[in-house]
């Protein structure tokens, strides 16, 4: 027993007949095949990268997943990775504090964020699935997911070498360019903010209470700064040169977030930066009863407060234990068609909330 529920070894669990083919070794491919394993399902998971990222991307895991998480058996060694988040404070110009937000007053069993860099994320993922003796297949490509009288007909490619299988169910976790959402005829829908954004990994010189988030506003932009794990920071900021593509230097990320912040924050061993835009786009259609698209091939959002990241593992969570009843005759094909209402209300609840914010 592991955070009240029972975990399933598939060392010890029965086979399945039906293949389930996983698209992708995000935060969403790796807890799909998590959850699959532990409700009894062995699935196969492809990736076309041949290694591992490192980079910070999405880190804040909200108190709901911390839940999600802790039902799943998987709790600890997040809590052990991450710097916790029990504070978020507003400040203006020259650090003036503007507001503070307590998480410890929301209740619930874990009342913080969780902040770890997303490649640190996925490596607790893939090491509990190794240690449940799943390997995942890295310079694997999907280059077709197309019908077929027996279920999907999936061409792999790793590199000179083809495969064609045929798979009951294909979970679509592989990004903003999935191919699985491409096989469906879907496409991401919406419209794309004003302005460009930096997101960076790196250290800083400013002083800041322990397992605070800051939030620096003033006249020309914000900067958003989030502990890590190792005395790193991620860092929000917007640009003043929304038409430039390039990235900055030190010295520029330095000088644009202290002009933020109205304070020299000592920005140094920059780790990673990475420039983007910010989007509110969904597909019209999750699923179609065999292809299920995961996390960003199916919405893109705000990565602000890690919006991305915890919608793509509760997608996770909802499709893995509704397609296990199913693969394991405890349930009708039926059920499945909720993963696409119950997510795409959570959609539509999001974008809601985001049209609120962008008006405000």
Not at 188 to 199: F, K, N, P
Not at 267 to 280: E, I, K
Not at 306 to 330: H, M, T
Request: charge should be negative; proline fraction near 5%; include cysteine.
């Amino acid at each position: 027993m592991r955070g009240g529920q029972r975990v399933v070894d598939f060392r010890q669990a029965d086979a399945t007949a039906a293949t389930v083919l996983i698209v992708g070794t995000g935060p969403a491919g790796l807890f799909a095949a998590c959850e699959l394993l532990r409700h009894g399902v062995r699935p196969r998971v492809v990736e076309r990268r041949l290694e591992p990222h490192h980079q910070a991307r999405g880190t804040a895991l909200q108190p709901a997943v911390l839940e999600m998480l802790d039902r799943a058996g998987l709790i600890d060694p997040f809590l052990q990775a991450s710097v916790h988040i029990r504070h978020l404070h507003v400040l203006g110009p020259g650090l003036r504090e503007l507001a503070t937000t307590n998480l410890g007053e929301i209740g619930g069993a874990y009342p913080f964020q969780c902040s770890l860099p997303q490649w640190l994320t996925e490596t607790i993922l893939r090491e509990h699935l190794a240690s449940l003796g799943l390997a995942i297949e890295f310079g694997t490509e999907v280059i077709s997911v197309e019908d077929d009288p027996a279920g999907l007909r999936v061409t792999l490619k790793a590199g000179d070498r083809t495969e064609e299988l045929t798979a009951s169910y294909v979970l679509g976790a592989g990004g903003g360019h999935s191919v699985t959402r491409h096989a469906m005829q879907e496409h991401l829908v919406g419209e794309t903010y004003d302005g460009r954004y930096l997101v960076a990994d790196a250290k800083l010189g400013m002083s800041c209470p322990p397992e605070c988030g800051r939030i620096i506003v003033g006249p020309t932009g914000f900067g958003l700064f989030s502990p890590l794990p190792d005395g790193r920071w991620l860092i929000f900021v917007n640009r003043d040169d929304t038409a430039a593509s390039e990235l900055p230097t030190v010295a520029e990320l330095s000088a644009l977030l202290n002009r933020r912040a109205g304070t020299d924050v000592g920005v140094h061993d920059l780790r990673w930066v990475s420039d983007f835009q910010m989007h509110m786009r969904l597909v019209e259609r999750l699923s179609d009863g065999r292809r299920f698209l995961l996390g960003d091939a199916a919405h893109l959002s705000s990565p602000l407060g890690g919006e991305g990241l915890n919608a793509a593992l509760l997608d996770a969570a909802d499709i893995a234990w509704k397609l296990a009843l199913v693969l394991r005759g405890a349930a009708s094909p039926s059920l499945l068609t909720s993963y696409a209402i119950e997510r795409g209300i959570a959609d539509q609840m999001c974008s809601k909330y985001r049209t609120r914010c962008t008006a405000w």
